[in-house]
Nanobody, 126 residues
């Protein structure tokens, strides 16, 4: 069983930056796919980025390419989402998710690809 805890959310002005963290604990396999998702009230949760913990596979949604970067710290079992040039449309609750799999395609930007979820961290851009 994997536990995920997100942190780093907050309120920023348009054009600002935030770095979200997703700390994983529990039974963590050697090959995990960690994804970041976001959701606003009344809308479906959408994939933002995903990374394989045992390789260099990274996937991004088109609306964040060039602005957001997903990375990992193997020692800390933490995945980060660096968000630059934030826009009001980026305002959402951000969640990280984990699955015991290798991120092999853009399918890992879909919620149904993941078993484990964190509680979320709020990002507000004004």
């Amino acid at each position: 069983h994997v536990q995920l805890v997100e942190s780093g959310g907050g309120s920023v002005q348009s054009g600002g930056s935030l770095r979200l963290s997703c700390a994983a604990s529990g039974v963590i396999g050697s090959s995990m796919c960690i994804g970041w998702f976001r959701q606003t009230p009344g809308k479906e949760r959408e994939g933002v980025a995903a990374i394989s913990t045992n390789g260099d596979s990274r996937y991004y949604a088109s609306f964040v390419t060039g602005r957001f970067t997903i990375s990992q710290d193997d020692v800390a079992n933490t995945v980060y989402l660096q968000m630059n040039d934030l826009k009001p449309d980026d305002t959402a609750m951000y969640y990280c998710a984990a699955e015991a799999a290798f991120c092999s395609s853009l399918l890992y930007l879909r919620t149904r690809a993941y078993t484990y979820w964190g509680q979320g961290t709020q990002v507000t851009v004004s």
